[in-house]
């Protein structure tokens, strides 16, 4: 199974949700250089329904991304870690 890592997120900040559900797209590099984005519903099924392993760095720190359900909404955050903060968020904007 393939390794991917996130470059950048898009966040909707009209969203009601102050986590990772407000994300509206995630960025990862693309083979011809520049980015390519996917929703949080596939990257959950990259995870969880695929066997890919999806991973954030952020202050020189790796974590990897875990596939959650809110009722019907599929969306990912990164594992559990040392900081309160999911570092998906702090990822730049794509």
């Not at 995630?26 to 519903?41: D, L, S, V």
Request: with cysteine; net charge negative; proline share 4%.
């Amino acid at each position: 199974m393939a390794t991917y890592v996130v470059e950048c997120v898009n966040v909707d900040d009209g969203s009601q949700y102050d986590d990772c559900r407000c994300i509206e797209s995630i960025g990862f590099p693309a083979k011809n250089g520049g980015i390519t984005t996917r929703t949080p519903a596939e990257v959950y099924d990259w995870v969880e329904n695929d066997g890919h392993t999806v991973v954030v760095q952020h202050d020189g720190d790796e974590t990897e991304v875990e596939g959650v359900k809110d009722g019907a909404t599929k969306y990912v955050r990164t594992e559990p870690n040392d900081t309160e903060d999911d570092n998906l968020l702090k990822q730049p904007s794509c």
